[in-house]
């Protein structure tokens, strides 16, 4: 029998993408929809579910809550725990972990917090079963998250399983790859729109030059990805799951009309990237070839440049304020007509570009606050 619940939905993101993430939650059907500090809240029932664990590209995981109460105290928050019914959401002889978020006076010590969470859901199995569920912290069958906001306590279950970054096409990467997630979310705050050439200029091991490729081909984020933790919860369809890929996968588009190009200095991070490409599918859509970006030109054509270069962060360059500097100077003298998006995390040495941004968003890149700046080039 199909499960018509509407349940209450958190899709964690990144800062700075969470407007972005809420589109795309309204664009599948959720309601309710309410932007948080790295997340969005909706609801819906278990098609928007599998619809947003499929096809929002933004979202890292989708956790499902299971209840909401207060506790002023640890003993308060593991008898509250304790009533629930796990069996609902645990087998016996699956695993499955705890994750926290905390922000609470009250529940100072969240590993004490995570830890009484545990201990109530172990013993709701021990006093009935007198057998209990085992953790497993690297690959567990079922993730449970505590989240506290001062005594409001709020326990949810992943329904993705493993982030949603890991979309199933990365062979390999460079020292510096972006986050999936980050750069389909880079690509969506870009003016993407009526362009002849997207191009990355400097595409390391090419997460932007896939993320866009698929955002403009309308392939579903997770395509090539074959686990999600709601396979394993009690209501799962197997025939609304293949119902909903089955309609994301009608609005493929192959036939673009722009070219996909990316360059990098680096044989080898073009080497990855080519492995990358072909493992998306996407062998014949993008061109990818090696190139120092400095000085080169792109002459009575339109597009987008939109690029990621080293910080001097992780990729230790010899002169950075130079090498952006030069960058600047090729994209005035090469890319007339063009749009340029650079995403740094070294705000002094985009100050060296030269150009006036007409655009800033501000990201983060980990732990690293980066900006997307946009130049308009004439
Ligand atoms: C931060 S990484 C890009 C990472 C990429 N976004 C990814 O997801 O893998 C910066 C890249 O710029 C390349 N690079 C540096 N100087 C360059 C130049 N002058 N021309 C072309 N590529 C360059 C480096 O080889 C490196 O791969």
């Given at each position: 029998m199909s499960d018509n619940t509407i349940y209450q939905f958190t899709a964690k993101t990144f800062h700075g993408l969470e407007k972005i993430l809420a589109s795309e939650v309204k664009k599948i059907g959720a309601s309710d929809i309410k932007i948080l500090t790295r997340a969005v809240s909706f609801k819906g029932d278990i098609e928007v579910m599998y619809r947003a664990n499929y096809e929002?590209?933004?979202?890292?995981n989708i956790l499902q809550k299971i209840t909401e109460f207060t506790a002023n105290s640890s003993d308060e928050l593991y008898e509250k725990t304790k009533k629930i019914n796990w069996d609902d959401f645990i087998k016996l002889e699956e695993t499955f972990s705890i994750d926290k978020t905390i922000h609470s006076n009250i529940h100072k010590h969240s590993q004490f917090a995570a830890l009484k969470t545990k201990d109530a859901l172990v013993d709701f199995y021990n006093e009935k079963y007198q057998k209990r569920p085992s953790v497993n912290i690297k690959s567990p069958d079922k993730k449970i998250n505590l989240h506290i906001n001062g005594t409001k306590c709020t326990l949810s279950i992943d329904t993705s399983g493993d982030a949603l970054f890991k979309r199933g096409y990365r062979k390999d990467t460079g020292p510096a790859p972006l986050n999936e997630v980050l750069a389909a979310g880079i690509v969506m705050l870009t003016d993407y729109k009526n362009i002849d050439y997207f191009y990355d200029?400097?595409?390391?091991?090419g997460t932007i030059l896939i993320e866009a490729a698929r955002i403009f081909m309308n392939i579903p984020p997770a395509y090539n990805r074959q686990k999600f933790a709601f396979h394993k919860f009690s209501n799962y369809d197997y025939q609304l799951w293949n119902k909903v890929k089955r309609e994301a996968e009608k609005r493929i588009n192959k036939e673009i009309p722009l070219k996909i190009i990316g360059t990098d200095i680096e044989d080898e991070l073009i080497k990855i990237t080519r492995k990358n490409i072909s493992e998306a599918g996407l062998r014949n859509y993008i061109i990818v070839q090696r190139k120092n970006f400095i000085n080169t030109k792109f002459e009575n054509k339109k597009g987008l440049i939109v690029t990621n270069p080293p910080y001097d962060e992780r990729i230790k360059s010899l002169d950075i304020n130079n090498l952006y500097k030069d960058m600047g100077d090729t994209l005035k003298k090469g890319y007339k007509n063009w749009s340029g998006y650079i995403f740094s995390g070294n705000m002094n040495a985009i100050k060296s570009i030269g150009l006036k941004p007409s655009q800033k968003h501000q990201l983060f890149n980990g732990k690293i606050e980066c900006k997307l700046l946009k130049y308009d080039l004439y």
């Open positions: 929002a590209r933004t979202a890292l200029p400097m595409c390391g091991s």
